[in-house]
Structure formats: structure tokens, C-alpha cells
């Protein structure tokens, strides 16, 4: 689980394995290879292996979410 300030931002990751991340509270913006998504709570969202992305508190309230490799 991950709690994040309003307004942060997370740039250009990437990870040798899959990630999936489920959002629990809030909003979020994800960026993966330049696709951009804004799940609704409880939806998720898959990154493969090796895929730049960026995580993005676009609001103004923390958010929360989990992810898993």
C-alpha cells in the first residue's frame, strides 16, 4: 500500500518485472509508454516488464494504492 501527498508526482520508472496497480482511495493519473489512465477505485492497471511510467497525484487530496510485482 502507498499513500500519496496531493500534487505528487512519480517520473519514468521502470521495473524488471510486471507491476499491476489497484487504487483504493482518490484519483490517480498513470502513464505507461506514453498511454495515459485514470482508473476509478478498485480498477487496475497492468505495466509490463521494462515499461517507462510515470504515477501522478493530479488532486488535491492524498491519495492511496497498491501495487505488486
Known sequence: MFRDPSGSIWPNFS??????????EGQIEIEV????YRPVIGEEVFIPA???????NFRTVPNVWYYGY
Not at 509508454?33 to 495515459?36: H, L
Not at 521494462?50 to 501522478?56: L, P
Open 33 to 36: 509508454t506514453g498511454q495515459i
Open 50 to 56: 521494462q515499461a517507462i511510467h510515470t504515477v501522478h
Open 15 to 24: 521495473h524488471s518485472t510486471e507491476e499491476v496497480v489497484i487504487l483504493a
